[in-house]
Antibody, heavy 116, light 107 residues
Framework: QVQLVESGGGVVQPGRSLRLSCAASGFTFNSQGMHWVRQAPGKGLEWVTG????????YYVDSVKGRFTISRDNSKNTLYLQMNSLRAEDTAVYYCAKGEEGLDSWGQGTLVTVSS | DIQMTQSPSSLSASVGDTVTITCRASQGISNYLAWFQQKPGTAPTSLIYATSSLQSGVPSKFSGSGSGTDFTLTISSLQPEDFATYYC?????????FGQGTKVEIK
């Protein structure tokens, strides 16, 4: 079955960087678009970024453009999110999700806390 | 960006009831609309994609309809496990956007 396992979350100071990873299994990773969605504590869902199956196109929500970079390694079945210049408002659980028609499978999430 | 507005923000219902949640897009999104269920402390799960297509394994008590800008999620014969927060999401254009969520609580 599909498994998406995020890692790399933690506590980081404002202005610092963090890289999240999402290990995928149970499906043909190199044929699926992949995404990151976040959820601030007590808040709703926010789509953050997505990448095409082959990595040729990336999309971002305005609030992270120029600070976050999505990438993938299809040889390792792994999705990444490089987060630079982190701000307090980036504090959230970050989920990776797969899908072309919406987001059909989600990981369990990893918590990122930006605090001094 | 396309704004998604759900109504109501919350509702109270009894076991066995049928409930309907509405989602409105700020511009036309064809049928590129999905619905998700989220229970406290857990990841969202996909219920419906393309407005009315059920994800594999999702019971037929969940149904979706609509097109253009107005969409609905209907849950029939509510059971205790259906009490959760529901989100709509458009994937017609980037950035993809979610509604603010509708919390379905037990009356």
């Amino acid at each position: 079955q599909v498994q998406l396992v995020e890692s790399g979350g933690g506590v980081v100071q404002p202005g610092r960087s963090l890289r999240l990873s999402c290990a995928a299994s149970g499906f043909t990773f190199n044929s699926q678009g992949m995404h990151w969605v976040r959820q601030a504590p007590g808040k709703g869902l926010e789509w953050v970024t997505g990448i095409w199956y082959d990595g040729s196109k990336e999309y971002y929500v305005d609030s992270v453009k120029g600070r976050f970079t999505i990438s993938r390694d299809n040889s390792k079945n792994t999705l990444y999110l490089q987060m630079n210049s982190l701000r307090a408002e980036d504090t959230a659980v970050y989920y990776c999700a797969k899908g072309e028609e919406g987001l059909d499978s989600w990981g369990q999430g990893t918590l990122v806390t930006v605090s001094s | 960006d396309i704004q998604m507005t759900q109504s109501p923000s919350s509702l109270s219902a009894s076991v066995g009831d049928t409930v309907t949640i509405t989602c409105r897009a700020s511009q036309g999104i064809s049928n590129y609309l999905a619905w998700f269920q989220q229970k406290p402390g857990t990841a969202p799960t996909s219920l419906i994609y393309a407005t009315s297509s059920l994800q594999s394994g999702v019971p037929s008590k969940f149904s979706g309809s609509g097109s253009g800008t107005d969409f609905t999620l209907t849950i029939s014969s509510l059971q205790p496990e259906d009490f959760a927060t529901y989100y709509c999401q458009q994937y017609n254009s980037y950035p993809w956007t979610f509604g603010q969520g509708t919390k379905v609580e037990i009356k």
